[in-house]
Structures are given as C-alpha cells and as structure tokens.
C-alpha cells in the first residue's frame, strides 16, 4: 500500500503559507558560509506584516476574541538566554501537522534558501513517527512530484552513542552529516531528528572528547549551532518555554527562527488573588486550527464515549483493584476507587474485605502467593485486575473488554464491506500494568492477555456464526486459526527487551503503519494484526489513521488535554488504496472507566472554552457583557458604559472604536476573558489523590469517659422477625420472582454518549448503549443458593422451593441464568420486599459472642494508640486546626462538611467526651440483610451532673428529611428499634438523627431537657 497524500487542503495550506509569508517579506540576507542557513535579518513581526496576514487572508475568526497586537504578548525569558525569534502554528490533533512543517520546510527552501532544520520531539515514540514520515518514500514522492518542490530531505538521526574507538566516542554521525550540508546542494534540506532527552540526560552533545572534529568545531552543539538553524518543536506543552529542555535547545543550538507545532500549547499564569489571570503561552500565533473547526469541517473523526455498568442493574460507583501482592510478609496493597477519588489498604491473610466495602462483607482473603490472591468465597485475584464490591466474580476489565471488542466488531464489519474500497479498523488498549499483559517471562501470558484472547475467541466464534460475504468470512477465519497474531503491544520496557516476537510487535506498531492498514500482506496473506496494547507511550506523537476503537483499561494520571488524550484516534481513516477518507460519519468509539463517565461533558467544555476565546471580534458589546464587567469592577452599568464613552472606546450606539482598540484592551482586560466564564468549570476537575492515609491518635484519657458506651455498642445482636413472616415469604418469593425478571443471561450494559457540533459549538448528545453477554459465567446451582442465602438470611429450602415453582409457572429458567445479574437482583429483591414489609416488625437481642478486640481497643481491653484514618474520615486536616479537649482523637478527619461542623463546634458544657465512630465497627443488622453503623457517639452530663446520658447520632447532608432515600430511612428506623430495644435493658442509649438545618447544641439541649 501506499499512502496517498493531498496537497490541496486548506487547512493544512494556511499554516504554511503564514509562515512563509512571514519569513520572505523579512529582510532575509544570503548565507555566509556553504553550511550555515541564509540569515533573518530583519523580523516582519515587529511591524505591521502580522496583522496585514490576518486580515488580507481572512482569517481572524480563528484568533482570540479581541486580537491584541502580537508583540504585546507577556514573555518570560532568562537574562542569559539567547535572542531567537518564533512563531506558533496550532492545529488540532489528527489535522496533519507533521506534514504542515514538512511542507513548510520545503516552502522556506524555495522561497528563501533554508537548508539546515532542527526538529525536536519529546518522545522516542515521538521521533519514531517522524522518523517514518520523513523517511517514506511515497511522502517524499508527493513533495517532489505533486507539490514541485525541486529538493528532498536528507534525514540525520540523532541517537545516543553505544560505540567506542580506542578509548574514545566516535563523533555523531547524524552531526556530522547535518554539518557539512552545502548551500551549494540546491536540491537537498538537511534535517537533524531529536529527543529533548538527548539535550537534558548526559553530554552526547556538549562533551570535547570525540575522536575528531566538525569543521573548527569539537563539540557537537557548536557546530550545530554554527549553521544557524531553524529549529522545530513537535507537542511544545512538553517542552514549556521555562522548562530545562526548551532551555537547553535554545542555549545549544541559538536558533534563528523557533517555530512551535502543537494542539496543545503551555499556560501561564500571573498575578496573584483577584488579578490572577492565567493565557496560553502563545508568541506570535499566525495559525490556529481549534477543535470546534476541526470536528465542525470533519477534518478528525467524532467521538463516541462509552462507560460500563455494573452488572445487575446498579450504578458502577466504586471498584477495587489489586495494586501489590508481598508474598513474603503476605499482604496485598487495593486501591478503592469511587466517585470521590481513590484509598488505600494493605491487608493481610485473614483480613476482611468490609473494611474497604461494607458490600464485601463476609468475603475475607483465604491465601496469599507471589502472583495472585484468593478470597473465601474461591475466587483468584492476580495483580492490576479490578472487580466490583458486590460483583466480586466479575472482572470489570473484562467487561471493558467485552464492550470494546462488540464496538470493533461493529465497526469493523461496516468499514470491510464499504465500497468501493475497504477500510482496515484497528483498536487501541491502554493498560496500566504492563505484567498483566506481557507475564512475569514477557511470554505474553499475563492474565490480562490470556482473557482478552479468551473474550476475542468467542467474539470471532459469534461473528463466524453471523452471514458474512465470502471474504470477510475468510479474514475471520484466519484470525481465529492464528489468534495470538491478532495482538501486538508496546511498552517502554520493550525497547531493552531481546526477544525476537516482542521485538516484531514493537516494530510494527511504531513504524509499521502502512502494514497495520493493509489488509494482506506482500505474499497475499490476511494481515490480521488490529489489536494493540501499550501503557503510556503512545499518548503523543504515535498515530495511526485507521483506530476506531480507544479502551482506557486505567484511568488519566492528570487532567492533560482531553483532545491531547483522545488524539490517538482522531485522524481521518485511509483506505486499502492509501487513499484519505473524508466522511462525517467517521466516529470513535472511546470506552472508559466510570470514573471517566463525564468525558464527553469535559470534552465539550474544552473544546467551547477554546472557541470563546476565538470568536470573531464583535463591532459592539452587548448590555449582558457591560453588566457582567460592571459587576466585576463593582460599579453600575449606567456608569461603566458613560465611563467607556468617555474615553473614546466605544460609541454612543455601542460600537467599538476600533482606532483605541490596544488602549482598550489593557486598560479593560476583562471584556477579553468575559466567556471564559463559561469554559471548563475548575471545581468539577477533582483531585482523585485521596488523603486516606495513615493513622489518628486516640486520646486514652478521653477513651476512658466513653468506654462504658463503646463496650455496650460492641456487643453483637441478633435481629428477630415476628412469626408468620416465614410463610409469608414462602408465598411471594415466586411472585418476585416472576415479577421483577430475576433471571437473566449474565451482561453488563454501557453508557454511551456522541461529541459533535452544533451551530457552531461541541455538544454531547445521548447515544443507545449496549448490553453484553458474557457467557460460560454461570455458578452451580448449589452456589447460586448459598450465595443468596448467605446475603439474605433466607433458608436454602425456601429459595429453593420458590425457583421450581416460578420455573412451574412458566418463568423461563435456566443453568446459564443462575449467575451474578441473577443473584444480585434477587438478592436486591429480597431485600426490598423485607424493606418493604418487615420494617418495625423486629426485634433485637443481645448475642452470646463477645469481640476481643474492637478498632478502638486490644484483646485485652486496653486502649489502642492509634485507629487508621480510613476508618474515620476521607478527608484529613492537619495544619491551623484547634480540636476541642473533649474530642476522642487528636487528628481531625471527616467525610463531609456537616461532620466537620460536629467535630469543631462540639466544644458544649454538658457534653464529656465525643468522637466519630469507626466505620462498619458498630455492626447493627437491618431488614434489608445489611450492617447499619451510625457516625458519632457523645457521653453528656445530665440535668444533675451527673455522667449517664448516652447519644448516637447519624448525620445526613440534607436540607430537610424528605431527601434522606428510603434505603437510608429504613437503616435509620432498623436503629431507631435498636437502640430503644437495648435502652430496654437498663442502659439508656439515645439516638437521632440530624440533617444540616440542626446543630448538636439544639439536639443535645432537647434531650437534656427532656
């Protein structure tokens, strides 16, 4: 196959001519050496040239929303820097712009006689791309014959030395090269192709101590920078202007002439309180292709994200993932992953798994072993698998999988029966753990490999059962008869890897492009490698036209760019004849964990709060934008908008006077970033670094005022339902049964939502999702029946009992139905029938067993030192905080704003002692088969002084109680029940609930006085 380029698209057209532009009308002198660069003599930008561009080539709508003069930009530069001048270019990811500063190398050859360019990049992954562009012969061809350009790249490829020669290195080959390029070579442009590392790790180029010289010169960068080059920075928000290795090319190399390609560009920052103001680091921007153009003029493909479910119904909130295993002190490190952010546990064999989740209750880890752990209910968990609290046997990766293989397949098909030519569909795994893939021998037999061939097993097995034309039967076949050659992976380990498959893999994927969209190979064999894996080395820089699958098998480590992180699929796909597809139909499909669930709505943000800024610069401003600065400056509108007469900025009819334009600007900065207001909304991008670390101190002296409370709300009870209930459920349970749908093939179901525009702007629009079966998932019945009995307190014989007779009564049952959607929603069933129907109808009783130790106390009734923060709060103060003497610890940590009240504003005469109960240590069970444990705990004195009056309180962030859900409602009357059946027993323990509008005091005050 050979790629076929174009050379008349706009897009890409504009760029190179602005710069070119730029240059020629430059007083631009003749070089004065054969392998030096002509000199830019006179730089247009400080005069008019810039502003002539935008406006005699029509483009400012793709500009800020007011256009300051260029030269007005703030720029921070070290004294010592070396004077260059430079140039922006922004173009949306997968618009093509390695071949926008190809083509303006050709450009400033022609016009101007440039020979000698740098080309910087941050990334190996990075230079590997170019490098294959550069090198391509098809691309070459296109300059030559499509575009006329009379020359061709002379390619020099910086690489770190490996070789020795009596004792000393051998100078860089790719320098010399570079170097020693003549002027009077016409038809040659001469490029040096480095990684920033090359500059900012070791001395490859600074040393002295080669074994011989350039020209005059015995060091590298002098005589790279004796050419006076052009330097080109590839992706320049990795290289910002302060960083060390923008720095160190800069002070290497003195470029002439800095031009910076990028989709994303550094932001800076000034000021500090109410002047803070944060810009993009743009000088001199003479290109600015935004995102909202690029989707809007289908240069990229849309974007159609999708998040999985949990299975059973639920909202998949919370996940946990086997970080470390330690075989030698048998401990396993978990990440708990919710909504809120992420925590951390290290347990040990033995341990309970409800210390992380009150839904893995009963669930402990039963053995420990340098590769995986099993938990007691016989499930085996190897190092990076995630899984569901309360759907333990599935894992959510799988599931991923599972969606992302379905979404393939999909596309696939459509895009293999297109006519008339066939498009190639590739699909891209990011994965966060490189063993899970590669094995612990990088066999590829890590157990994250071995599902995913398992999942495209029976994937293909489906596929093949569907009608198919004769040759896309065939390439199913052959990928099913050689699997494993489905699959290649990257990782940076890979590159000191000397095995010869890994080696292949990685070749392929890095340089191989042509041969991963081609269909079949040189001998007419099925190319059937279209899946590939890496961790986080092709997130820039790598691409390839044809992925329309990205699965994120790990979550962001930052809030980088959203268009940066999707940008490996957004390029417009190629056709089997090498041809560039335009087509707005192109989508891709971008799954997600539910921790990335609002992806689309960031997306949207970003892309919206890029064009506010790039709006065409309205003739007036509007009565909204006068109010909304009026309200900044604290003045009326009336009075700002005679103030802005006054000063000749705008007319009586509202209309910028454009002649006072700069003057405005400065002097009234606010107009310019009044719809920035309406982009990405900072207190929606969270910290996902929880604080839940650690332990608190307990107070032991403060211990001993609430031991007598602690002991008595540690003792177990047993819940007693009244007679009847039995029978009763006997008779409804098939009914549920019949009537909620319990049984079910096992499937997880996904959230999907489009990205596209409209009138002008991104928006995100629901899309239907999918439901997957995941088959051969089924329990043995025997299992199945013990589960739900275990989670529901329901005999064996009467779940029993009740399946044959809904299986009697025409239910459709059977053993590939017996699985975790069904006994989750049996067991939610259950539960809410009990919810429903027994509350107020239990009764409590204290039990025979008596814990040992307790998280506050030892085996031996001693106080412990110390409680882990998890236990107590999320959320972790230890700076500036004064804690009441009273209070039982000597941190203060919380999980919500209305605990932290309790805990700071608890400082009342009549209470003792007081503090937050450890979670899931005070164990009271509820109608709906669940733990119930309440959040604080207070010793009072009552009216006479005396130390008798006990209080437990359950704190609930609502306005007023009709916000508290119902599942919560019915754990608070189960305690309400609990704690007057106790109080029964000659210990009086007093329990309330309290919601935002009432404070302790009011509480503690009415109880006193009652």
């Given at each position: ?214 020209g005059e010169f015995h060091r590298p960068t002098d005589a790279i920078k004796d050419t006076r080059p052009v330097l080109i920075i590839d992706e320049p928000h990795r290289m910002e202007r302060e960083s060390k290795s923008f720095v160190s090319l800069i002070k290497s190399f003195e470029p002439q002439l800095v031009l910076r390609y990028g989709a994303t560009f550094p932001e800076h920052t000034f000021g500090k309180g109410k002047n803070k103001s944060s810009e993009k680091d743009h000088i001199n921007l003479v290109y600015d292709l935004n995102a909202c153009e690029a989707f809007r003029q289908t240069l990229i493909k849309g974007v159609s994200k999708e998040h999985l479910e949990l299975p059973g119904g639920k909202s998949a909130e919370k996940k946990i993932k ?689």
């Amino acid at each position: 196959m050979e790629l076929i380029l174009q050379n008349d698209l706009e897009h890409q057209q504009r760029p190179v001519i602005n710069v070119a532009s730029v240059i020629e009308t430059s007083n631009v002198s003749e070089a004065t050496a054969p392998h030096r660069n002509p000199e830019i003599y006179r730089w247009s930008l400080n005069s008019k040239t810039i502003y002539d561009i935008w406006v005699k080539e029509d483009i400012p709508h793709k500009y800020r929303r007011f256009v300051n003069n260029p030269n007005n930009v703030r720029v921070k530069r070290s004294e010592d820097m070396p004077s260059y001048q430079m140039m922006d270019i922004k173009m949306e990811t997968g618009t093509g712009k390695t071949y926008v500063y190809t083509k303006t190398m050709f450009e400033l050859h022609k016009r101007c006689g440039f020979n000698k360019f740098i080309i910087a990049v941050p990334t190996l992954p990075i230079k590997a791309g170019t490098s294959s562009f550069l090198e391509d012969s098809t691309v070459m061809r296109h300059f030559t014959d499509t575009c006329k350009y009379n020359a061709r790249i002379e390619l020099c490829v910086l690489k770190a030395q490996k070789t020795k020669n009596k004792g000393k290195l051998k100078f860089p080959t790719a320098v010399g090269r570079f170097f020693y390029g003549s002027k009077h070579e016409k038809n040659k442009i001469y490029v040096l192709l480095l990684n920033s590392q090359l500059l900012t790790n070791g001395k490859l180029l600074t040393r002295e101590d080669y074994d011989q010289m350039v020209g005059e010169f015995h060091r590298p960068t002098d005589a790279i920078k004796d050419t006076r080059p052009v330097l080109i920075i590839d992706e320049p928000h990795r290289m910002e202007r302060e960083s060390k290795s923008f720095v160190s090319l800069i002070k290497s190399f003195e470029p002439q002439l800095v031009l910076r390609y990028g989709a994303t560009f550094p932001e800076h920052t000034f000021g500090k309180g109410k002047n803070k103001s944060s810009e993009k680091d743009h000088i001199n921007l003479v290109y600015d292709l935004n995102a909202c153009e690029a989707f809007r003029q289908t240069l990229i493909k849309g974007v159609s994200k999708e998040h999985l479910e949990l299975p059973g119904g639920k909202s998949a909130e919370k996940k946990i993932k086997i970080t470390k295993i330690n075989n030698t002190e048998k401990s396993v490190n978990m990440q708990y992953t919710t909504n809120d952010g992420n925590s951390h546990y290290v347990l040990h064999a033995g341990d309970s798994l409800s210390q992380i989740d009150p839904d893995l209750s009963g669930i402990s880890i039963s053995g420990i072993s340098a590769k995986n752990i099993e938990l007691s209910n016989g499930q085996i968990k190897e190092t990076g698998m995630e899984f569901f609290p309360d759907q333990y046997s599935t894992s959510y990766q799988e599931g991923m999988l599972s969606l992302a293989l379905k979404r393939h397949f999909e596309t696939e098909r459509e895009l293999f029966e297109r006519t008339p030519t066939r498009i190639k569909a590739l699909a891209l795994f990011f994965i966060d753990n490189i063993e899970s893939y590669r094995g612990t021998e990088n066999k590829n037999d890590g157990w994250l490999h071995n599902k995913f061939i398992e999942l495209l097993k029976e994937r293909l097995l489906f596929e093949l059962s569907r009608k198919n034309d004769t040759e896309y039967q065939s390439y199913l076949q052959a990928t099913l008869d050689n699997i494993n050659d489905a699959c290649a992976g990257y990782f940076s380990k890979d590159n000191q890897d000397s095995d010869e498959n890994i080696a292949k893999e990685v070749s392929v994927i890095l340089h191989g492009k042509k041969e991963l969209i081609s269909f079949k190979d040189k001998n007419g064999n099925w190319n059937i490698q279209r899946f590939l894996f890496s961790k986080w080395t092709l997130k820039e820089g790598w691409d390839n036209p044809n992925v329309f699958t990205i699965c994120k098998l790990r979550s962001s480590g930052s809030e980088i760019s959203k268009l940066q992180e999707v940008g490996r699929g957004l390029r417009l796909p190629v056709d089997e004849a090498g041809n560039r597809i335009v087509d707005k139909t192109f989508m891709l499909n971008y799954i997600v964990d539910f921790t990335e669930k609002d992806f689309a709505t960031k997306l949207v943000e970003e892309i919206n709060s890029d064009i506010m800024k790039k709006e065409i610069p309205p003739m007036e401003l509007s009565i909204s934008e006068i109010e909304k600065v009026a309200i900044m400056r604290g003045m009326t509108i009336k009075s700002l908008f005679m103030e802005l007469i006054d000063k000749d900025y705008i007319g009586i009819d509202h209309k910028i006077i454009l002649s006072n334009f700069d003057a405005f600007i400065v002097e009234y900065p606010e107009f310019n970033n009044i719809n920035e207001k309406d982009g990405v909304d900072s207190s929606r991008i969270r910290n996902r670094n929880s604080e839940r670390k650690g332990t608190i101190g307990i107070r032991k002296a403060r211990f001993e005022e609430i031991r007598e409370l602690w002991k008595k709300l540690n003792k177990k009870y047993v819940l007693y339902f009244e007679k009847g209930i039995e029978e009763e459920l006997k008779k409804r349970l098939p009914e549920i049964i019949k009537e909620k749908n319990i049984f079910s093939h096992l499937s997880v179901s996904s959230d999907r939502r489009v990205v596209g525009i409209e009138n002008d702007k991104a928006v995100s629009t629901e899309a239907t999702g999918t439901q997957l079966l995941l088959n051969n998932r089924h329990m043995a019945y025997n299992e199945f029946l013990k589960r739900v009995s275990y989670f529901t307190c329901v005999p064996i014989t009467i779940l029993h009992e009740a399946i044959c007779k809904a299986a009697n009564n025409g239910t459709d049952i059977s053993n590939e139905m017996f699985n975790e959607n069904s006994s989750a929603r049996l067991i939610n069933a259950i539960d809410d029938w009990k919810a429903k129907n027994l509350a107020g109808m239990v009764k409590y009783k204290q039990a025979n067993y008596h814990p040992k130790e307790t998280r506050l106390t030892n085996a031996d009734g001693s106080v412990k030192d110390e409680v882990a923060q998890a236990f107590i709060g999320r959320k972790r103060e230890n700076k500036n905080v004064l804690l009441s003497p009273k209070y039982l610890y000597d941190t203060l940590a919380y999980d919500s704003d209305l605990e932290r009240k309790n805990i700071m504003e608890s400082d009342i005469d009549e209470i003792i002692v007081y503090g937050k109960i450890p979670s899931s240590s005070i164990c009271i069970p509820t109608v709906a088969s669940s733990n119930y444990s309440p959040d604080f705990m207070y010793v009072v004195k009552k009216k006479d002084g005396t130390k008798e009056l006990n209080i437990v309180i359950e704190t609930k962030g609502y306005d007023n109680e009709s916000k508290i859900a119902e599942d919560e409602e019915i754990k608070i009357s189960c305690a309400e029940l609990f704690f007057n059946d106790i109080s029964t027993e000659g210990y009086s323990v007093y329990f309330r609930k309290q919601i935002n509008s009432k404070g302790i005091k009011d509480i503690i005050e009415e109880l006193i006085k009652k």
